[in-house]
């Protein structure tokens, strides 16, 4: 078993997915949330982000390829659904739907399926990674170590979210407005970096 293989898939999931980044997102995604509603958000969210990475690992590339969708596409459609988000974000549209829906209940507010679990979890970069990771190697046995380290980048982003909450009170309201604010900018930036890495890999643009 070669070691530094799988040393250099841990290191390219979790640059990929960014745990460590993602868990003031996640604050800003959650706000005004029990520290029980997080942990449901959070582990709700890595179960369809570990599944939704084993399926492509296994057969995403033959998904994509069947119904004739390529990586590049994939990773454009990301783009623009993340970049709804960050508007949202940025001019707390969120907020104010939530106050006009009477959320005081998480039920009707849980970005744990989007945007949490996709795009920003299992965004087309970590899903790309695995099918790429997948290929790496033949046998089962390289199949279920890659899935273990996909695995244990996720305990570490789960570990990031159940801290949010202590990190939220620590920030206070008016912290948790600027932080909100700084990540729409980032998100909006990386949605926008998502649509141009497709479109350069569409091979439309040198």
Not at 74 to 100: H, K, V
Request: glycine letters at 10%; zero cysteines; hydrophobic letters at 60%.
């Amino acid at each position: 078993m070669d070691l530094s293989l799988y040393i250099t898939a841990f290191v390219t999931l979790f640059v990929v997915i960014d745990p460590v980044g993602l868990a003031p997102v996640f604050i800003a995604l959650t706000p005004g949330m029990t520290a029980a509603q997080r942990r449901r958000i959070g582990a709700r969210a890595l179960l369809i982000t570990a599944v939704l990475m084993l399926i492509f690992g296994l057969a995403g590339e033959s998904i994509l390829g069947a119904i004739g969708i390529s990586i590049s596409a994939f990773r454009i459609a990301g783009g623009l659904l993340l970049f709804l988000t960050a508007l949202d974000m940025l001019f707390e549209r969120r907020t104010e739907r939530r106050e006009n829906q009477g959320e005081g209940d998480p039920l009707h507010h849980d970005p744990s399926v989007f945007p949490l679990a996709m795009p920003l979890l299992a965004g087309p970069g970590a899903l790309a990674s695995m099918i790429l990771l997948m290929g790496e190697a033949p046998g089962i046995g390289h199949m279920l170590m890659v899935n273990l380290v996909m695995l244990s980048v996720l305990v570490i982003a789960m570990a990031l979210f159940v801290i949010a909450t202590p990190l939220a009170h620590a920030l206070g309201r008016t912290g948790v407005m600027v932080v909100t604010r700084l990540l729409g900018m980032l998100l909006a930036a990386l949605s926008v970096q998502f649509v141009i890495d497709g479109l350069k890999g569409s091979g439309l643009f040198p």
